[in-house]
């Protein structure tokens, strides 16, 4: 066994707080404010809004999203910390596993988003066999400003949510363009912020933002 003492904490824990400042991670980490770059607190708001969405619709989401665990080496086993953008389940028992990915293009977040939450995964299913991945894809490309309204009814946005993974699927990828996070954070009287969504718009978002 490569892994073993999996559990999921909360980010404030002490030795995941000293992990961080140990690797220089702190500011990323733990909620020190990042730099004032477009693309990142675009990024940062889309994370909190998708984490709106979720709670709306599973009632809940765990506080503990951080994966702790202790990995063999040469040396034996050390403790490792992996942060996670959502848990939907209790920490006992969680059931999804969420990755929330802003990029300009649809699909791009499937290569740069998938790997992390699979070695995630593979790390706690050695306890948690039933445990899934969940991949949301937020998309910034020109068909998420033109494309139909009906399309982007705050009721799309969750609907891909009601359908259940298979038994053998762990990974579950869901799209959404930033038309439909736009709309329905407007319909939940919880507007992302206009001048990040006026720079998502501009031609220089869709030539910048590294997904």
Known sequence: ????????????????????????????????????????????????????????????????????????????????????????????????????????????GLKTGQPQPQKSLAIAQERWRSLRGLLIEVAWDAESWTEDPDKS??????????VAPQADQELMVIHWSGQQLVTRMADLGAPLDPDILAWAESAYFSQNLAG
């Open 1 to 108: 066994m490569h892994y073993r003492q999996q559990s999921l904490i909360d980010p404030q824990d002490l030795g995941y707080r000293r992990f961080c400042r140990d690797h220089k991670l702190i500011n990323q980490k733990i909620g020190t404010p990042a730099t004032i770059d477009p693309t990142v607190v675009l990024a940062e708001e889309v994370e909190l809004a998708v984490r709106h969405c979720l709670l709306l619709h599973f009632g809940s989401l765990s506080p503990h999203r951080i994966l702790s665990y202790e990995q063999r080496n040469a040396w034996g086993y050390q403790r490792r910390y992996r942060e996670l953008d959502a848990v939907v389940g209790d920490r006992r028992n969680p059931q999804f596993f969420v990755e929330i990915k802003s990029v300009t293009q649809r699909g791009r």
């Open 153 to 162: 009814a705050a009721t799309t946005l969750l609907n891909t949510l009601t």
